[in-house]
């Protein structure tokens, strides 16, 4: 599928994907690829049944959750989250999006902060994580809290390690 929707025809793609689905229809690369197509035609409710059915497949918490995320269900999003971190208390990046979600929803606020600061915390940090960001999403739930001077310091901190931080700055 992958390889002739590279190479730009997309007719012999679709159906080598056909194909695929009616010999594996569980495949996690399969419904991957089906999700990928789905989401590509902006097929909202192929995706989300697709998405369901990624459930068994190894990985796809972070993909689910960002999912639930972009449709706006946010408990669903924290749940998958939460799942993810459960399953591996290492995971950084699922740690960080507890956080991150936090202090965009503004929900859970004291779990989110924990969260924020076991990343600051963690030496070194995963490439994909920004020390900058998680500031920033630090200083939003600092000030939700009303926490305003430790907002500001960590706001601050956002800036001064990575200064084109824009949204830190408003």
């Known amino acids: 599928f992958s390889v002739l929707l590279g190479h730009g025809n997309e007719h012999l793609a679709e159906q080598a994907l056909q194909r695929a689905a009616k ?26 049944e697709i998405a369901t059915r990624l459930a068994a497949c190894s990985g796809s918490l972070s993909l689910r959750a960002r999912l639930a995320e972009t449709r706006g269900r946010w408990d669903e999003a924290r749940a998958y989250w939460d799942a993810a971190v459960a399953a591996d208390a290492t995971d950084l990046v699922a740690v960080y999006q507890q956080g991150r979600l936090s202090a965009v929803t ?11 600061r076991r990343i600051l915390a963690a030496d070194p940090l995963p490439e994909s994580l920004s020390r900058a960001a998680t500031h920033w999403r630090l200083g939003q739930i600092l ?28």
Do not use: H, I, W, Y
């Open 23 to 48: 010999l594996s229809p569980d495949s996690c690369k399969v419904l991957m690829a089906e999700r990928s197509l789905a989401r590509e035609r902006a097929d909202v409710r192929r995706e989300d």
């Open 106 to 116: 503004g929900s859970e606020l004291d779990a989110g902060e924990q969260a924020l």
């Open 143 to 170: 000030d939700k809290l009303g926490r305003r001077e430790d907002a500001v310091a960590a706001l601050a901190e956002a800036v001064r390690l990575d200064p084109r931080l824009e949204d830190a700055k408003k």
